[in-house]
């Protein structure tokens, strides 16, 4: 079996590259975002780009949650009020908000202090959709590596919007926890969710692939199962997770 990595790599995917190879997985590293003639891979980890480039040609689904998981929450898993639209209606917004691409880093998460900062259609397809969310500020924010509607790893990740990678709390695993008992059945197999405290309470961060997701102070073994799971062979993909399915870039479509 092997396992995709992409140009560069961060700590975190070497820490991922090490439990591979630990586990007697074949590495492969590759230089550019072309897949060379020959090669067989049935795994990845990396970025949307890398992925989306090279996913396609070796046969490898990528999971994801729904574009617009994060705007089915109830207030007492989120905190805040989010909405997914078209960025042309973002561009209407005439308050701070916070606004990113559902999937992806198209559009740079961040807060906005109105929808005139969005980037614009000159370089932006209007119909782009976008999440759009009150601000919020969270003092404390974990990832969490789910596999089969449980919570499989996890670590902190940042502290009043730094870095600061650190243990799992007891509480984000509660947290954690009671949202894939209520909404679990809503999200792939293998899948990652950013949580946090805000104003005192947990909430709902975001939800992100697993294969493009860093792990921080994670159990590298334990969040590579759920990395294998995000993203490996188009035929082992289960009737539950096809829905999850990361679409074709256009010009993979057809």
């Known amino acids: 079996?092997?396992?995709?990595?992409?140009?560069?790599?961060t700590a975190s995917a070497q820490a991922v590259r090490t439990a591979a190879r630990q586990r007697g997985l074949r590495t492969v590293q590759l230089p550019d975002f072309?897949?060379?003639?020959?090669?067989?891979?049935?795994h990845l980890h990396a970025g949307p780009g890398f992925a989306d480039a090279v996913a396609p040609a070796l046969g490898i689904a990528l999971l994801e949650a729904p574009p617009d998981w994060l705007t089915g929450l109830p207030w007492e898993y989120t905190r805040r009020e989010i909405r997914a639209m078209p960025i042309a209606e973002a561009y209407r917004l005439r308050r701070p908000a916070f606004v990113k691409s559902p999937n992806d880093k198209g559009i740079p998460a961040r807060v906005?202090?109105?929808g005139s900062r969005l980037p614009g259609p000159?370089?932006?397809?209007?119909?782009?959709?976008?999440?759009?969310?009150?601000?919020?500020e969270f003092t404390a924010e974990y990832r969490l590596h789910v596999l089969?509607?449980?919570v499989h790893t996890g670590a902190r990740y940042a502290q009043h919007g730094r870095l600061a990678p650190g243990p799992l709390a007891d509480g984000a695993l509660a947290f954690g926890a009671g949202l894939l008992a209520g909404y679990g059945h809503t999200l792939p197999s293998a899948?990652?969710?950013?949580?946090?405290?805000t104003g005192?309470?947990?909430?709902?961060?975001?939800?992100n692939a697993a294969w493009a997701s860093g792990i921080y102070t994670a159990d590298p073994g334990r969040a590579?199962?759920?990395?294998?799971?995000?993203?490996?062979?188009?035929?082992?993909?289960?009737?539950?997770?096809?829905?999850?399915?990361?679409?074709?870039?256009?010009r993979y479509a057809g």
């Open 200 to 207: 005192g309470h947990w909430a709902v961060v975001e939800a």
């Open 224 to 250: 590579l199962d759920v990395v294998l799971r995000a993203a490996g062979p188009e035929e082992t993909v289960s009737e539950r997770d096809r829905p999850y399915r990361r679409p074709r870039p256009p």
């Open 191 to 197: 899948i990652v969710v950013d949580i946090g405290l």
């Open 1 to 9: 079996m092997t396992l995709l990595l992409p140009p560069r790599l």
């Open 122 to 136: 000159d370089a932006v397809d209007p119909r782009t959709p976008v999440l759009v969310g009150d601000v919020a």
């Open 148 to 150: 089969d509607g449980r």
């Open 34 to 42: 072309t897949v060379p003639p020959g090669l067989r891979a049935r």
């Open 112 to 114: 906005y202090t109105d």
